[in-house]
């Protein structure tokens, strides 16, 4: 199995930073893309942004400038570094990762989610 573990979530004020991490372990071959979603308290989840094995990013047009996601191949994990944050960042992050279990076996899978709070 495989399991993915956010940390680095908490209160940050307006304009502040924060960056989290997500780390897969378990039966891991490889990892293909890799994303941050996150879900506001009413709200559908949003994707946040992605990233593939070689490093191509995209982001979602709300987080752009401001957000930056990188990735450590060899340590399986994902990064959000999230700049001037906004009262609307709040919300609980989520990574999301294409873990080839084999060469032939690929899952998605999901970690339990951070909690970003920005408030003044």
């Known amino acids: ?3 993915l573990v956010e940390s680095g979530g908490g209160l940050v004020q307006p304009g502040g930073s ?4 997500c ?3 378990g039966k891991i071959l490889s990892i293909s893309a890799m994303a941050w979603y996150r879900q506001a308290p009413g709200k559908e989840r949003e994707l946040v942004a992605t990233i593939t094995w070689g490093g191509g990013t995209n982001y979602a047009d709300s987080v752009k ?3 930056t996601i ?3 191949n060899a340590k399986n994990t994902v990064y959000l ?3 001037s944050l906004k009262a609307e960042d709040t ?3 989520s990574c999301n990762a294409d873990v080839f279990t084999s060469p032939i076996i690929r899952g998605n899978y999901w970690g ?3 909690q970003v709070t920005v408030s003044s």
Not at 18 to 21: A, F, G, K, P
């Open 91 to 93: 919300a609980v992050y």
């Open 65 to 67: 400038g401001r957000f």
């Open 81 to 83: 570094q999230m700049n």
């Open 70 to 72: 990188s990735r450590d």
């Open 1 to 3: 199995q495989v399991q």
């Open 23 to 25: 780390v897969a372990s």
């Open 18 to 21: 924060l960056r989290l991490s």
């Open 112 to 114: 339990q989610g951070t």
